[in-house]
């Protein structure tokens, strides 16, 4: 069975603070992992994915993420929030099938 | 114009209704998905569709029912609301010629209250 944890419910920083979300997972095998972004009142936009080959992966609006196998994590990060970043983050796991997994999301919460 | 389009965007309703929840695309994908979110559980995977004669059950399909009217058109069916059924609903497309692992491509949500 694969599974994805995102410990944290609600995080909030400062406008121009850093950022890191924790995403953890469970797979038997080498794992393919997403993140993804629900602005309010939006869909869910692909921030960036992790297939292979480097294991820091570079995404769209300034957000990395760097994949562990180790840890069996795969955490997102930016260097300086800005207000739009406010939104719910979550991170998914495919085996290579099509059954993505989903964790349970990160609120993130930007002050001013 | 968005690639993956839901409507309604918004429902209520009342229990013992029957509801429809249409989606359609235009990507050209072959591989479409309902899912539902509910706060605090992330998305849970209802139907999925490889092409139009290919209909299978997610992890939540209970009291769901989908159709496959054209590779462009996935609906949801709830044949008898029930308040449980309150959520965000989602569909999603893939492309399985896109490579080993095919990216999800999401609508924008209809929001569903069932009263």
């Known amino acids: 069975a694969q599974s994805v944890t995102q410990p944290d419910i609600h995080i909030t920083v400062s406008e121009g603070a850093s950022l890191e979300l924790r995403c953890n997972y469970s797979?038997?095998?080498?794992?393919?992992l997403f993140w993804y972004v629900q602005s309010p009142g939006q869909g869910l936009q692909l921030l960036l994915k992790?297939?292979?080959?480097?294991?820091l992966v570079q995404g769209i609006k300034g957000f990395e993420a760097e994949f562990k196998r180790s840890q069996s994590s795969f955490n997102l990060r930016k260097p300086s929030v800005h207000w739009s970043d406010a939104a719910e983050y979550f991170c998914?796991?495919?085996?290579?099938?099509?059954?993505?997994?989903f964790g349970t999301g990160t609120q993130l919460k930007v002050e001013l | 114009d968005a690639d993956v389009t839901q409507t309604p965007r918004n429902r209520i309703t009342k229990t013992g209704k029957r509801i429809m929840l249409e989606c359609s695309q235009t990507?050209?994908?072959?591989?479409m998905y309902w899912y539902r979110q509910d706060p605090g559980l992330g998305l849970r995977l209802i139907y999925y569709?490889?092409?139009?004669?290919?209909?299978n059950k997610g992890e939540i399909s209970d009291g769901y029912s989908v159709s496959r009217q054209a590779q462009a058109k996935f609906s949801l069916s709830l044949e008898s609301a029930i308040p449980n059924q309150t959520a965000l609903y989602f569909c999603?497309?893939?492309?399985?010629?896109?490579?080993?692992?095919?990216?999800?491509?999401f609508g924008p949500g209809t929001r569903l209250t069932v009263l």
């Open positions: 998914a796991l495919t085996g290579g099938g099509n059954k993505l997994t």
């Open positions: 797979y038997g095998a080498t794992p393919y």
């Open positions: 992790y297939f292979s080959g480097d294991t």
């Open positions: 999603a497309t893939s492309d399985p010629q896109a490579g080993v692992v095919n990216e999800q491509f």
């Open positions: 569709s490889f092409d139009v004669k290919d209909i």
């Open positions: 990507k050209g994908h072959d591989r």
